[in-house]
C-alpha cells in the first residue's frame, strides 16, 4: 500500500511539473510573438515615416507649385504657377551662385524695396508677414497703397493690401504678386514685379518683368 501511494506521488508530481513547463512554454511563445508583431509594426511605420519624408522632399523641390496660380483672365494677380496671361517667368540667379548665396541675394534686393513706394505704388509702405527664406525658402510680405480717393471710396478709407510671395527652389524663384479686392490694380502688382525684378538683374540674375 505505501508502495502504491508514493508511486501515485511521483506521479502526480511529474504531471504537475510537465504541465508547468508546459504553461511557460505557451506564455514564453506569446511574448516572443508580440514581440515579433512590435517590431513589424516599427518596421511599417519606419517606412511610412520614410515616404512621407520623400514626399515632403518632393514637394519642397517645386516650388512653383507650391504658390497658388492667378485666377483665370484676372487683371490684378501675376504668378509663376500660371497657365494663362497673368503667368511670370520664374528668376534664376547665376550658375556659379550657390542656392544659399542667392537667398541672401534676394532677401537684399527685397529688403531694399523703398518704404516710401516707387513710381506712385505701395505709397503706404510694406511688412513681412512671414519669413522663413532661411528654413522653407518661403516668404510673404504684405504691401499697402495710399489712401487716395479710390481706398477712401472703395475700401473705408483703409489702404489696399497686396501679397507678394516667393518660393525659393533648386535653381530658381517662383513668384506671386496679387491684390486681395477689386478686379484691376491699375497695374500695381506689375510695377512691383519689374521693380524687384530689375534689382535681381543688376545682380547678375535673368529675372524677366511683365508687361505694366
Known amino acids: 500500500m505505501l508502495f502504491l501511494l508514493i508511486v501515485s506521488m511521483i506521479a502526480s508530481s511529474s504531471s504537475f511539473t510537465m504541465h508547468g513547463r508546459s504553461q511557460l512554454a505557451i506564455r514564453f511563445e506569446q511574448k516572443r510573438e508580440m514581440r515579433l508583431n512590435m517590431m513589424q509594426l516599427d518596421r511599417r511605420n519606419f517606412v511610412a515615416i520614410c515616404a512621407a519624408g520623400l514626399f515632403t522632399q518632393a514637394h519642397v523641390a517645386s516650388p512653383a507649385a507650391a504658390l497658388e496660380p492667378c485666377p483665370k483672365g484676372a487683371n490684378n ?3 509663376s504657377a500660371s497657365t494663362d496671361k497673368t503667368r511670370v517667368a520664374a528668376w534664376r540667379w547665376p ?9 541672401v541675394t534676394l532677401k537684399q534686393v527685397l529688403d531694399s524695396y523703398p518704404q516710401a513706394g516707387q513710381d506712385n505704388v505701395d505709397l503706404g509702405g510694406w511688412k513681412v508677414a512671414v519669413d522663413e527664406l532661411g528654413q522653407s525658402g518661403y516668404s510673404r510680405i504684405e504691401f499697402k497703397s495710399g489712401i487716395g480717393n479710390f481706398a477712401k471710396f472703395f475700401n473705408g478709407g483703409k489702404p489696399f493690401v497686396d501679397d507678394f510671395e516667393v518660393v525659393v527652389g533648386e535653381e530658381s524663384v517662383s513668384i506671386r504678386s496679387s491684390s486681395r479686392v477689386g ?16 534689382g535681381l538683374r543688376d545682380k547678375g540674375w535673368a529675372a524677366p518683368g511683365v508687361a505694366a
Not at 550658375?95 to 537667398?103: E, N
Request: glycine share 4%; proline share 0%.
Open 95 to 103: 550658375s556659379d551662385q550657390s542656392r544659399a548665396d542667392a537667398i
Open 183 to 198: 478686379d484691376s490694380d491699375f497695374g500695381v502688382n506689375a510695377k512691383r514685379v519689374n521693380f524687384i525684378a530689375a
Open 77 to 79: 494677380c501675376w504668378s
